[in-house]
């Protein structure tokens, strides 16, 4: 099955406020406390992610910093639009605009089906490098057999189709200061990313702040889910989605990669999506944590200068974006 041509598609960017990590460092510090019995909130020199056992394709979360949302629930729900397949390589380097520059791209979408003519999970992570080579780390995440077992899938460096929605964060790859946020002991009721979403959507309010890179599920279990194949009857509501996708608790160590943002900026956004990979067969889209009392997170994250939004369903929906 062949991409849709990137040059074809609606592409709309808008600037975000970039606030000074150190005031975000003070805001989540202080709220996040309501949520976990210990928190360190940082500004810190960006590790070399690449290294155990972080496993991005490249080194760092600066330069360029840019979040990416392309297509959406809408063209998978009620029922799919296989025709949306999209070529990441090609929506990066237009999404960050420089010609002379590797890239780093990592995040939350639908799987390339193609592969196996089934529905799957995406959890990219690929390095383009300046000459057109590409080093991809990511995976697919599917549903296998009559016992239906999560299966976990690296994709070649050649494989560059994703389908139908993804939330990615693109950058440089350079080193930098970046937030690293470390939580253990859950007290809350929300999960890691909706807690600090919350907080910056507090205290920034109609400002529309973004962030990603990745987060570590150190210790503890986590509620994920992976898509089954598409659906061939209509889903139309919250409870028929949650029927038709498999849900599994997945054990630590689970690495998961995507974006966070305040608010939908007037472009139809998914406010937050994570999905996570693993050296074992797990992975899948992050829900929350079922093991709060020794649950342990450690992410790395940046803030976007802008958000770029790719092929934005002209029909829309508010399901199916938890």
């Given at each position: 099955m062949s991409f849709l041509k990137t040059e074809d598609l609606l592409f709309e960017t808008k600037e975000l406020f970039v606030p000074k990590l150190e005031e975000i460092?003070?805001?989540?510090?202080?709220?996040?406390r309501s949520n976990f019995d210990q928190v360190t909130v940082e500004v810190v020199d960006c590790p070399n992610l690449k290294n155990d056992p972080y496993y991005l394709a490249d080194s760092g979360l600066c330069g360029s910093p840019t979040l990416v949302e392309v297509g959406g629930p809408p063209y998978l729900l009620p029922l799919v639009d296989t025709s949306k397949i999209y070529d990441i390589t090609e929506i990066a380097?237009?999404?960050?605009?420089?010609?002379?520059?590797?890239?780093?791209?990592?995040?939350?979408?639908?799987?390339?089906?193609?592969?196996?003519?089934?529905?799957?999970?995406?959890?990219?992570?690929?390095?383009?490098?300046?000459?057109?080579?590409?080093?991809?780390?990511?995976?697919?995440?599917?549903?296998?057999g009559v016992e239906e077992k999560c299966a976990?899938?690296?994709?070649?460096?050649?494989?560059?189709?994703?389908?139908?929605?993804?939330?990615?964060?693109?950058?440089?790859?350079?080193?930098?200061k970046v937030l690293r946020v470390h939580c253990k002991k859950r007290i809350g009721q929300l999960n890691f990313i909706t807690s600090i979403r919350i907080a910056l959507q507090n205290f920034y309010k109609e400002k529309c702040v973004?962030?990603?890179?990745?987060?570590?599920?150190?210790?503890?279990?986590?509620?994920?889910?992976?898509?089954?194949?598409?659906?061939?009857?209509?889903?139309?509501?919250?409870?028929?989605?949650n029927n038709w996708l498999k849900f599994y608790e997945m054990p630590a160590v689970l690495n998961a990669v995507g974006t966070l943002i305040t608010n939908e900026n007037d472009?139809?956004?998914?406010?937050?999506?994570?999905?996570?990979?693993?050296?074992?067969?797990?992975?899948?889209?992050?829900?929350?944590?079922?093991?709060?009392?020794?649950?342990?997170?450690?992410?790395f994250f940046n803030v976007g200068e802008q958000i770029v939004r790719v092929d934005r369903p002209r029909t829309t929906h508010k399901f199916g974006r938890d």
């Amino acid at each position: 099955m062949s991409f849709l041509k990137t040059e074809d598609l609606l592409f709309e960017t808008k600037e975000l406020f970039v606030p000074k990590l150190e005031e975000i460092q003070e805001v989540l510090q202080e709220a996040l406390r309501s949520n976990f019995d210990q928190v360190t909130v940082e500004v810190v020199d960006c590790p070399n992610l690449k290294n155990d056992p972080y496993y991005l394709a490249d080194s760092g979360l600066c330069g360029s910093p840019t979040l990416v949302e392309v297509g959406g629930p809408p063209y998978l729900l009620p029922l799919v639009d296989t025709s949306k397949i999209y070529d990441i390589t090609e929506i990066a380097k237009r999404s960050i605009g420089k010609e002379s520059t590797n890239i780093l791209i990592c995040g939350a979408g639908a799987g390339p089906h193609m592969i196996h003519d089934q529905n799957c999970e995406g959890i990219y992570n690929m390095k383009i490098e300046n000459n057109g080579s590409i080093k991809n780390c990511s995976y697919l995440a599917r549903v296998v057999g009559v016992e239906e077992k999560c299966a976990l899938e690296k994709l070649p460096d050649t494989e560059k189709r994703f389908a139908l929605l993804a939330n990615l964060f693109a950058c440089e790859g350079k080193p930098g200061k970046v937030l690293r946020v470390h939580c253990k002991k859950r007290i809350g009721q929300l999960n890691f990313i909706t807690s600090i979403r919350i907080a910056l959507q507090n205290f920034y309010k109609e400002k529309c702040v973004g962030l990603g890179g990745l987060f570590l599920i150190k210790s503890g279990m986590v509620y994920q889910h992976v898509m089954r194949h598409f659906s061939t009857t209509p889903i139309n509501t919250e409870d028929q989605l949650n029927n038709w996708l498999k849900f599994y608790e997945m054990p630590a160590v689970l690495n998961a990669v995507g974006t966070l943002i305040t608010n939908e900026n007037d472009l139809d956004l998914r406010l937050q999506h994570f999905h996570s990979f693993s050296n074992t067969n797990w992975g899948g889209h992050y829900h929350y944590d079922t093991t709060p009392e020794n649950v342990e997170y450690e992410g790395f994250f940046n803030v976007g200068e802008q958000i770029v939004r790719v092929d934005r369903p002209r029909t829309t929906h508010k399901f199916g974006r938890d």
